[in-house]
C-alpha cells in the first residue's frame, strides 16, 4: 500500500501531534509520530518519498 505521507504529517500536525525525525540518510528518512505532549512514540516509519523528504527538509520535527 502507498500511503501520503506527507498528508499524513500535516494531518498529525493538525491534531497537535508531534513528529520527528530520528534517522536520516541522503535519499530516506524515518520519522516517529509521537503523543501531543512529544512523550510517548505511537508510530514510525521510514520512507524514500521525495515529496516527503522536500516536505521534511532539514527540519528535525514538526515544532522546527
Known amino acids: 500500500m502507498n500511503s501520503d505521507r506527507v498528508a ?3 494531518r498529525w500536525e493538525d491534531a497537535g501531534a ?3 525525525v530520528i534517522g536520516r540518510t541522503a535519499d ?3 520519522v516517529a509520530l509521537l503523543r501531543c505532549d512529544a512523550g510517548e512514540e505511537v508510530g514510525r516509519f521510514t520512507s524514500d518519498d521525495a515529496q516527503l523528504l522536500a516536505f ?9
Open 8 to 10: 499524513e504529517l500535516q
Open 18 to 20: 508531534v513528529w520527528r
Open 28 to 30: 530516506s528518512v524515518t
Open 56 to 64: 521534511i527538509g532539514d527540519r528535525d520535527s514538526s515544532e522546527d
